[in-house]
């Protein structure tokens, strides 16, 4: 995840080239799978789109987070700290 708020369970994902391959396509889904099943609602977005139109971007992030209701759920996962064996994305 690239981006988390704890407190509405929202992450966000920011995608490059690399994430259209059917490698990264399977793995994207299983990783979103997850955190959907642990109560975490997943955003994305394509590297383009941020270099773009960032304030789309920030739009639609504040938007999800203003539909996120903090005070019916806790935090389930802490995405503060990056799990074991983990392997970092460049992109």
């Known amino acids: 995840v690239d981006l988390a708020s704890l407190e509405h369970q929202?992450?966000?994902?920011?995608?490059?080239?690399t994430h259209k391959q059917r490698?990264?396509?399977f793995l994207d889904a299983r990783k979103t799978a997850?955190?959907?099943?642990l109560g975490w609602r997943v955003i994305?977005?394509?590297n383009e789109q941020v270099l773009?139109?960032?304030?789309?971007?920030v739009s639609e992030i504040r938007r999800q987070m203003?539909?996120?209701?903090?005070?019916d759920s806790l935090p389930l996962l802490d995405l503060s700290?990056?799990?074991?064996?983990?392997?970092?994305l460049t992109e």
């Open 10 to 17: 929202l992450a966000i994902e920011v995608d490059g080239h």
């Open 23 to 25: 490698k990264w396509r």
């Open 34 to 37: 997850v955190l959907n099943a």
């Open 44 to 46: 994305r977005f394509w």
């Open 52 to 57: 773009a139109d960032l304030d789309a971007v």
């Open 66 to 71: 203003s539909t996120c209701s903090s005070s």
């Open 81 to 88: 700290q990056p799990p074991t064996g983990s392997t970092s």
